[in-house]
T-cell receptor
Framework: DQQVKQNSPSLSVQEGRISILNCDYT??????FLWYKKYPAEGPTFLIS?????DKNEDGRFTVFLNKSAKHLSLHIVPSQPGDSAVYFC???????????????FGKGTKLSVKP | DTGVSQDPRHKITKRGQNVTFRCDPI?????LYWYRQTLGQGPEFLTY????????KSRLLSDRFSAERPKGSFSTLEIQRTEQGDSAMYLC?????????FGQGTRLTVV
């Protein structure tokens, strides 16, 4: 049973427009959420995170929104750039497993393509 | 470079052989994680250390897999009697506060 779901395997966006990547989770005990970006043959690179006590966190072009009642989070990239083309993973930490320092549970990823 | 370092980057081995991977975490990070990633999947948790103590192991970690973190610094992941299904990218991550930082991974191919 997959606890973190990214239902869109791929997303294509025009350069300069907004990219919205979505993530749903099933376990209400998750207390910390992270987004990672991954290029082929490299390890995931940390992008942005959000604690369950917040509903928004912004860092430059990247904003993460958390809707706890819907068990849903999203990553917004504005404006999108061709260099943003990569696979994006959503991850969550379980409070009972050490909370924000515990094991990360990942979704399957969404491949973003930003076209010039 | 003060990031997470993994060695080797690539490993090709024959089925039945043993392999060992090394991970050097960011020096002030007390938590170290091993993950495995196959094509089309997100990273799957294998095991996690806080300092030298192995605190959690996934059921994915069969008896053929063993991990150590002597002295709470670098860690090794050994796979004995490799099988073709072990072919994957093996990722190491370290964490002090909330964000986990990953190494480049070791790509294992079992032929």
């Amino acid at each position: 049973d997959q606890q973190v779901k990214q239902n869109s395997p791929s997303l294509s966006v025009q350069e300069g427009r907004i990219s919205i990547l979505n993530c749903d989770y099933t376990n209400s005990m998750f207390d910390y959420f992270l987004w990672y970006k991954k290029y082929p043959a490299e390890g995931p690179t940390f992008l942005i995170s959000i604690s369950s006590i917040k509903d928004k966190n912004e860092d430059g072009r990247f904003t993460v929104f958390l809707n706890k009642s819907a068990k849903h989070l999203s990553l917004h990239i504005v404006p999108s750039q061709p260099g943003d083309s990569a696979v994006y993973f959503c991850a969550a930490s379980l409070a009972s497993y050490g909370g924000s320092q515990g094991n990360l549970i990942f979704g399957k990823g969404t491949k973003l393509s930003v076209k010039p | 470079d003060t990031g997470v370092s993994q060695d080797p980057r690539h490993k090709i081995t024959k089925r039945g052989q043993n392999v060992t991977f090394r991970c050097d975490p960011i020096s002030e990070h007390n938590r170290l994680y091993w993950y495995r990633q196959t094509l089309g999947q997100g990273p799957e948790f294998l095991t996690y250390f806080q300092n030298e103590a192995q605190l959690e192991k996934s059921r994915l970690l069969s008896d053929r897999f063993s991990a150590e973190r002597p002295k709470g610094s670098f860690s090794t992941l050994e796979i004995q009697r490799t099988e073709q299904g072990d072919s994957a990218m093996y990722l190491c991550a370290s964490r002090r506060d909330s964000e986990a930082f990953f190494g480049q991974g070791t790509r294992l191919t079992v032929v």
